[in-house]
């Protein structure tokens, strides 16, 4: 089940001996509208993993999976995140004994797709392997920066001028980026009007989420006057091809989002002219070390990336911020302050942002700390699996 550089061989192989599933309910501060519709709560997935050493020592660690409610960003859902990590993700990783995270997806290979439901299991190991070592996620990766630039993601609002006071807001709280979402019938006036509130000199960006049609081109191009950093998936994410067609038509760079599935699918589509920029979420790619390997491939194409972000807790907030703070992520990210979405956080020390910055968070783990009174307020179910 793993390659050869195997566990039995690596002095860091733990087993696992538990996993909780904990399913909480997380209210949104303020509604958030997308293109694919409108959330006003978050239903979110925990992972805890306790993990022994061969020496007996128990590590703890958690993982978030972003899959959403519905499967309305992408294929995945929660609850068949939950019913895939229950019934054939934990099965093959109890049926090959000691691993560490680097094991966890070549194990999980035979499962076709399911890149949250995978990338929730790494992200529980990696944190518990992590804290077993006592390292940091920040000196795993080799990050030297100790904080990030911060960007916030707007909805779509019934009206431009609720959308203007939003955006003040988020202007008065700091963030050095603004997206906007935006869809048929809600671009060129709000950008506009966007626009010509925060000046010329901020840097703004728009996200269809996939709102778009490959003969949208000659309208697209008319956002090429305001200056903006990228256009995010514009096209379904299947159109590789369109979005292509697209960079080549319209000014702005393309930026893709639910396109980026892996590593190659990312390399892919930079060699067919359809990527000029990459959004990489660890979630939708499988995990962090994908993540880390996009970055890589990015890098080196000199391809600019940015961290996305899924409306995690502080448990993901936590570790997006670690790998934002490697090189390669030249814009900022939509990591912003967890009080953006969530009035109260299940960690202990949540994201704030500083100067339009969050700081790379450099505890044990990946970085954060849990509140169990706070988790317990939010707790819906919770269910423990053992092999
Ligand atoms: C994106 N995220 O970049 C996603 C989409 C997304 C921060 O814009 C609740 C409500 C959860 C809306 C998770 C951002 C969500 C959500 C992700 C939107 O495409
Ligand atoms: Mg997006």
């Known amino acids: 089940m793993r390659g050869t550089a195997g566990p039995a061989e690596d002095p860091r192989a733990l087993s696992i001996r538990r996993v909780e599933l904990r399913r909480i309910h997380m209210p949104l501060v303020v509604p958030f509208r997308t293109s694919f519709g409108e959330q006003r709560e978050r239903d979110i997935l925990l992972l805890r993993v306790e993990l022994a050493s061969t020496d007996g020592a128990l590590a703890e660690g958690w993982g978030e999976c972003v899959a959403l409610s519905e499967p309305s960003y992408s294929p995945e859902y929660v609850d068949g995140a939950q019913h895939v990590i229950t019934h054939h993700l934990l099965p093959r990783l109890w049926a090959g004994g000691p691993l560490v995270a ?28 992590l804290r077993s070592e006592g390292r940091s996620f920040r000196d795993a990766l080799g990050v030297t920066a100790d904080r990030v630039p911060s960007g916030v993601s707007v909805g779509i609002f019934p009206t431009v001028d609720e959308l203007l006071e939003a955006v003040q807001g988020y202007a008065d709280d700091g963030y050095v980026r603004i997206k906007l979402k935006i869809e048929p019938g809600f671009d060129l006036d709000p950008v506009a009007a966007v626009r010509e509130l925060i000046g010329p000199e901020v840097p703004l960006q728009v996200d269809a989420n996939t709102a778009y049609r490959r003969t949208d081109g000659e309208h697209l191009r008319r956002l090429d006057r ?73 890098r080196a194409r000199g391809v600019p990336v940015w961290c996305g972000g899924m409306v995690e807790t502080g448990i993901g907030r936590a570790a997006n911020a670690v790998l934002a703070g490697l090189p390669g992520f030249t814009l900022p990210g939509d990591i912003s302050a967890s009080t953006r979405f969530y009035a109260h956080d299940i960690v202990t020390d949540p994201i704030g942002v500083v100067d339009g910055h969050v700081a790379v968070p450099t505890g044990p783990g990946l970085g954060f700390d849990i509140d169990r009174t706070a988790l317990d307020e939010v707790t819906v179910s919770s269910t423990v699996l053992a092999p």
């Open 226 to 298: 305001f200056g903006l950093l990228l256009i995010e998936q514009p096209l379904p994410e299947e159109d590789v091809l369109g979005h292509a067609r697209l960079a080549a038509e319209v000014e702005t760079p393309i930026c893709l989002d639910e396109s980026l599935v892996s590593a190659a699918t990312t390399a892919d589509a930079i060699e067919l002219g359809a990527c000029e920029i990459a959004n990489i979420k660890p979630g939708r790619v499988g995990g962090y070390l994908e993540a880390v390997r996009i970055h890589d491939l990015c």
């Open 102 to 129: 680097a094991d966890v997806a070549p194990a999980l290979a035979k499962v076709h797709g399911h890149p949250m439901a995978k990338g929730a299991v790494e992200m529980a190991v990696l944190d518990a392997q």
